[in-house]
């Protein structure tokens, strides 16, 4: 039996999310473990980058000095510096007032080389939809339990960052469909 987890929806206000007049702001949260496909995301981001230049890449988040290092070899390597924003571990409340500012939440788990998987879903995810942001994450451990895939979020293959960059289009190419998934995802929630 699936039972699901739920967050306290007074602390998650549902925000409509339309074309940013000049940015569009692409969201994820998590440590810099491995398993949260942080590489993924970043490929992603260097993909999108090649079409689209209205964007950022922000990132709460924090891990061990290796993790850290590592993370901002990715950002050079790819050459998208400029588009991604490390804020470090913040505060819940200014956490979710970040995620109340994004328009696309980011999180493609997969499971690390180490076998450590999710073993559910982030909870990110969950205020994400709580708060009616479009998800583009990964077809892994219970997230299609929480992102209905074409209708609260879109799911790609686990380390399949090009189908990631299609999503990450398509939710800034189609701004009526943020609002769209956002509304269904706050309603799963709900």
């Not at 400029?82 to 995620?99: C, N, T």
């Not at 690390?112 to 709580?130: F, L």
């Amino acid at each position: 039996e699936v039972q699901h987890l739920g967050v306290n929806l007074e602390n998650y206000k549902l925000k409509l999310r339309q074309k940013s007049p000049d940015n569009t702001i692409i969201f994820q949260s998590a440590s810099y473990k491995a398993k949260k496909g942080f590489f993924y995301s970043l490929k992603a981001i260097k993909e999108l980058s090649k079409t689209h230049q209205n964007f950022e890449f922000r990132i709460v988040g924090s891990g061990t000095q290796e993790e850290v290092l590592e993370m901002e070899g990715w950002i050079r390597e790819f050459g998208i510096g400029d588009k991604v924003h490390l804020l470090g571990a913040l505060p819940h409340s200014e956490y979710l007032k970040e995620l109340a500012e994004s328009d696309i939440f980011l999180h493609p788990s997969v499971t690390a080389p180490d076998g450590d998987s999710e073993g559910g879903s982030p909870v990110g995810i969950t205020e994400a939809s709580a708060m009616g942001i479009p998800v583009v994450s990964s077809l892994h451990a219970d997230i299609p339990e929480v992102v209905l895939n074409g209708k609260s979020g879109l799911l790609a293959p686990e380390r399949d960052y090009m189908k990631l960059a299609e999503f990450l289009v398509y939710f800034i190419d189609n701004p009526e469909k943020r609002t769209e998934f956002g509304l269904f995802g706050r309603k799963r929630i709900e």
